[in-house]
C-alpha cells in the first residue's frame, strides 16, 4: 500500500513560483518513476512530468523550461518546483506512482494562476 500526500498549491500572480511537494508512505518509494498530472478546468488529465528513481526527469512540452522536479529517497518525497507560472498552469495538481499494475493517486492540490 502506497499513500501519497501533496501539499504547496496555492494562489500565485502570472510570472510566479511555487514548489509542490508530495510525500509518500512505504519503503518502495525509492524503487519506483513518480509522476506529475494535472487536471484543469476542461477536466483532461495531463502528464506534467516523471521522475526516476535516478532522478531523470521528463516534461510535457508545455512546462519544458518552466517547471523542474527533483526527488529525496530519504524523505520519500518529491518536488516540482514550478517558475514562470502561466494562467494556463492553472489546475490540480497529483502526484502518482505506479507499482505494478497499481495506479496509486494523492488528494491533489489546487494552484491557481491569475492576478
Known amino acids: 500500500q502506497v499513500q501519497l500526500v501533496e501539499s504547496g498549491g496555492g494562489l500565485v500572480q502570472p510570472g510566479g513560483s511555487l514548489r509542490l511537494s508530495c510525500a509518500a508512505s512505504?519503503?518502495?518509494?525509492?524503487?519506483?518513476?513518480m509522476r506529475w498530472y494535472r487536471q484543469g478546468p476542461d477536466n483532461q488529465r495531463e502528464l506534467v512530468g516523471a521522475i526516476a528513481n535516478d532522478g531523470r526527469t521528463t516534461y510535457a512540452d508545455s512546462v519544458k523550461g518552466r517547471f523542474t522536479g527533483s526527488r529525496d529517497n530519504a524523505k520519500n518525497t518529491v518536488y516540482l518546483q514550478m517558475n514562470s507560472l502561466k494562467p494556463e498552469d492553472t489546475a490540480v495538481y497529483y502526484c502518482?506512482?505506479?507499482?505494478?499494475?497499481?495506479?496509486?493517486w494523492g488528494q491533489g492540490t489546487q494552484v491557481t494562476v491569475s492576478s
Open positions: 512505504g519503503s518502495i518509494f525509492r524503487l519506483v518513476v
Open positions: 502518482n506512482a505506479l507499482v505494478g499494475a497499481t495506479n496509486y
